[in-house]
């Protein structure tokens, strides 16, 4: 079955840079939309930034100019570069992924979820 594993949170200082990285993992046959959401205290959780195969990106209003998604096809791998870190910025940030496995039967893509990993921006 496949999974998603996040990595790269932490804390940093408002104004300042974080990157973080997915990798998806188990018995793929593709991956189609890869992207990162997260979920700030109390409030929904809300589509950052979005890529798909063939490159198509989507971002957020709030991170446009600041935030990119970059994805290596050939690794399963997807990452979120943040810049110009705000204290909104505050969140846990989960990678989302549409796979296609091999228990799930070549063209079937399922909604796959990340652990989450926490970004703490400081004011």
């Known amino acids: 079955q496949a999974q998603l594993v996040e990595s790269g949170g932490g804390l940093v200082q408002a104004g300042g840079s974080l990157r973080l990285s997915c990798t998806a993992s188990?018995?793929?046959?593709?991956?189609?939309?890869m992207g990162w959401y997260r979920q700030a205290p109390g409030k929904q959780r809300e589509l950052v930034a979005s890529?798909?195969?063939?490159?198509?990106?989507n971002y957020a209003d709030s991170v446009k100019g600041r935030f990119t998604i970059p994805r290596d096809n050939a690794k399963n791998m997807v990452y979120l570069q943040m810049g110009s870190l705000k204290p909104d910025d505050t969140a846990v940030y989960y990678c989302?992924?549409?796979?296609?496995?091999?228990?799930?039967?070549?063209?079937?893509?399922?909604?796959?979820w990340g652990q989450g990993t926490l970004v703490t921006v400081s004011s």
């Open positions: 989302n992924a549409l796979i296609s496995s091999l228990l799930d039967g070549p063209g079937t893509y399922l909604e796959r």
């Open positions: 188990g018995t793929i046959f593709s991956i189609n939309r």
């Open positions: 890529i798909t195969t063939g490159g198509s990106i």
